[in-house]
């Protein structure tokens, strides 16, 4: 595993659990001390973690966030779900990363593709995608939402609007069988329409928690999405919905074909 890698997992372990042991991380990685310990010094250098004795854990003010907490709920369907999207993304593509945790998931399952051209909207997706070498990453800025820790304003979209790119991940914050897919901040979804008819494939990343979720604002049609990756199947009435639409349902608990079709 080379080093950018290593220190991406260091941080993916930090996220799930707050704080670990050098002993701890070593093991996971199948490396000595000596080499966890650069790894964290280059890490505290960039101000993205804090050495403590006999370990290492994140700044607080980033444990405090809202994104960070959300990050860590349902972390294991989330990582699962992140994995099966992964699949859709070959090397040399264009692809956009939204703002949502899954989705940051999604940008960590992309380390072992070379060339790949990102566009994204969170700093949290950029910042892990800054991390390796092979991907040129492009951000979609103005003015900051504190709590998404991304832009949604009409800067953003402007720029992120010049883009076509192969695949767009897009995370819901709910999925209903009636209305599609919605959200509950008008900028947010917003900014998320404005994505759908630049891409040539739109996936949606959404764990099953999100069929129970009343929506506030709506983002997309079943029509407007190619692919809902979850890793529960959905109730009947939305999975109906999805198939009538066009929309293909891929569940991460099972494998999960990729790829362009």
């Given amino acids: 595993m080379i080093q950018a890698d290593r ?5 993916a372990a930090l ?12 093991e996971r990685f199948d490396v000595s001390e000596e080499t966890i310990r650069r790894d964290v010094r280059q890490l505290e250098g960039g101000g993205r973690v804090i050495k403590v ?13 809202p994104y960070r907490r959300r990050l860590r709920d349902q972390v ?8 099966c999207a992964a699949g859709f ?15 940051f998931w999604v940008a960590q399952e992309l380390g072992h593709l070379r060339d790949l051209v990102l566009v994204t909207n969170s700093l949290e997706v950029a910042s892990e995608a800054l ?19 991304s832009a949604f304003d009409a800067d953003a979209v402007g720029y992120v609007r010049r883009f076509v790119p192969d695949v767009a991940v897009l995370s819901m914050g709910a999925i209903e069988a009636e209305r599609g897919f919605l959200d509950f901040d008008p900028d947010e979804a917003a900014f998320k329409r404005a994505v759908l008819d630049r891409a040539r494939r739109v996936v949606v990343v959404a764990d099953h928690g ?8 709506h983002v997309a049609d079943f029509g407007q999405v190619h692919d809902l990756v979850t ?12 198939g009538a639409g066009g929309t293909a349902l891929h569940i991460a608990a099972r494998p999960c074909e990729g790829g362009i079709s």
């Fill in 76 to 83: 294991e369907a989330k990582r699962a779900i992140a994995r």
């Fill in 7 to 11: 220190i991406a997992g260091i941080l």
């Fill in 53 to 65: 004795h006999g370990g290492v854990t994140l700044p607080v003010t980033r444990l405090e966030a």
């Fill in 210 to 217: 999100k069929f129970a979720r009343r929506g506030t604002v």
């Fill in 15 to 26: 996220e799930e659990q707050g704080s670990s042991s050098i002993a701890s991380l070593a």
């Fill in 131 to 149: 991390g390796r070498a092979e991907h040129r990453v492009f951000f979609a800025g103005g003015a900051m939402n504190v709590d998404y820790r």
């Fill in 231 to 242: 890793e529960q199947a959905p109730p009947g009435p939305v999975a109906a919905a999805a």
């Fill in 89 to 103: 993304v070959e090397e040399g593509m264009t692809l956009f990363v939204d703002s949502g945790t899954t989705s």
